[in-house]
């Protein structure tokens, strides 16, 4: 099949929910009217819908739009997030929170927390570093107010991301997408034509006979990967052995009085649970291995657990976390649940979506379709996914529970190399050792290594070597301070009434 050079005409998006339609509104906005975005969902197939928690590069994706944030947040019956905090996952009866955050403020060219981890391990500290924390300051105090941008200021050091539902983002986005140009066709995919020469994909025909050509393809069709998978066969790289969970029991349930600023993720027998709070309902999910656990068990457990009760039948979602062993293929890209799966625990799901269709653009092919931008996007993408799935994995390796089954295998599984060396760093001389364009920067490895015990043996060296630095009495000022400024900010709930209350808030 012979291509003339030139810029694309026509784009096809398969599939719908968050990943179909944050792709349209994305592109429709970059490419502008030369190009004819069209996008194909079905009615009939139910999107998974857990990916109602976010980290902060949500908030560039939206300004990148120029979506205003009251009304997102109204209008998807959001709520703000400042962090993750996790439950009984080094042990029973044992908590930490994943800020989105510094830890301190800096004082002195010696990094806060080389100073802090000096002090903590001289027995001259009493509590944990979220002490420390602005982001664990307002969450435990249900206070929310946005960032200073005035570094001097104790109310800098934080980040937030968003609670959102899902399908009232899809929602908004579709809105978005379609004053842009795109065009949605209603109908379920059958069969996928390939020219004979090159493999490209051609053409996708729907049950009702119709058939939707284009000259590139982006796969949101979820975990089937119906194009990437199903037509070009790239094949799938399976983490289970290091990520065991396979199964997600997923419920709302009545939403309490008290809207809390974060996330939380409480570890149980064979997994962990979800509880992500919305203006008008909570939503709850268990993760779980089902070698180790029934789904009528796991169902039981999630039930007999939620802050309220039961808004719809509890409903399965079935995962093998891993990712494809190519993203882009030919003239194909997989975004979303397509490209892979991460287990939500991190809240990474619509942050792979982002930057897949943000790469995407930055690499954006001409009719051409050069392999050296097909190369060049799939060993980025690679390299964002691993880095991620180390991430994870340190939560379930890091752990001294010895109660189940999954726990005991987790804690003498083998890891992969690259996060045993970042663990080895840690443990002997408090170094973090990362890479700058890592998603999870120094912060976040903290929050995990300390909360789930993992002690360096000595503190970096630099810090022994600054004596003469008052460190105790800065600390002190530092936690004043944040306490002055949480005692100034209003509450969270009065913060989304005030500013962004949902039509649907109850």
């Not at 169902?299 to 990712?323: N, W």
């Not at 060396?421 to 920067?441: C, N, P, Q």
């Amino acid at each position: 099949m012979a291509v003339s050079a030139g810029p694309l005409r026509e784009i096809a998006i398969i599939g719908g929910g968050s990943a179909g339609w944050m792709t349209a509104a994305a592109l429709s906005d970059a490419l502008g009217p030369d190009c004819q975005i069209t996008l194909v969902e079905s009615d009939a197939i139910g999107t998974v819908g857990v990916g109602e928690a976010t980290i902060p590069p949500i908030r560039n994706f939206n300004q990148r739009l120029g979506i205003d944030e009251a009304t997102f947040v109204r209008e998807t019956a959001g709520s703000y997030k400042l962090g993750i905090e996790f439950v009984d996952w080094a042990r029973k009866g044992r908590s930490y929170f994943h800020p989105f955050g510094q830890y301190g403020a800096e004082f002195d060219k010696v990094p806060f927390y080389h100073y802090w981890m000096r002090e903590s391990l001289a027995g001259r500290t009493s509590g944990p570093i979220d002490d420390l924390s602005m982001c664990w300051a307002m969450a435990k105090a249900g206070k929310f107010a946005h960032p200073q941008a005035d570094r001097r200021k104790i109310q800098s050091t934080f980040d937030y991301a968003y609670h959102f539902d899902a399908g009232l983002y899809a929602a908004y986005l579709r809105k978005f997408a379609e004053a842009r140009g795109v065009k949605r066709i209603e109908g379920r995919v059958c069969d996928v034509s390939r020219d004979a020469e090159s493999g490209f994909i051609e053409s996708v025909t729907l049950e009702s006979g119709e058939t939707v050509g284009a000259e590139f393809f982006i796969d949101c069709s979820g975990f089937r990967g119906l194009l990437i998978e199903g037509a070009l066969e790239t094949g799938y790289e399976n983490w289970q052995r290091w990520l065991p969970c396979d199964r997600a029991i997923a419920v709302p349930c009545t939403k309490q009085d008290k809207i809390t600023p974060y996330t939380r993720s409480t570890a149980k027998e064979a997994g962990w649970q979800w509880r992500i709070p919305l203006q008008h309902r909570t939503g709850n999910g268990y993760v779980h291995c089902s070698e180790f656990i029934s789904e009528d068990d796991a169902t039981q457990t999630l039930i007999s657990s939620l802050d309220g009760e039961a808004l719809a039948e509890p409903r399965t979602l079935r995962f093998v976390t891993g990712r494809r062993r190519k993203f882009w293929e030919k003239n194909c890209v997989a975004i979303g649940l397509s490209a892979g799966f991460m287990e939500p625990l991190e809240s990474t799901s619509l942050h792979l979506i982002q930057y897949g269709i943000l790469r995407l653009i930055a690499l954006m092919p001409g009719r051409e379709m050069s392999p050296l931008l097909t190369q060049e996007y799939n060993a980025q993408t690679t390299t964002e996914y691993e880095r991620i799935r180390d991430f994870l994995i340190l939560h379930y390796k890091a752990t001294t529970r010895d109660d189940a089954e999954l726990w005991r295998y987790c804690s003498s599984m083998q890891i992969p190399d690259s996060l045993q060396y970042k663990i080895d760093h840690f443990r002997t001389s408090g170094m973090l050792v990362a890479d700058e364009r890592e998603l999870f920067a120094n912060p976040s490895w903290i929050a995990v290594y300390l909360g789930q015990d993992i002690i360096p043996e000595r503190a970096p060296a630099i810090a022994e070597m600054r004596q003469q630095v008052p460190v105790a009495e800065r600390m002190k000022a530092i936690a004043q301070a944040m306490q002055d400024a949480v005692a100034e900010m209003p509450e969270h709930a009065d913060f989304l009434n005030q500013h962004c209350r949902s039509p649907l808030a109850i």
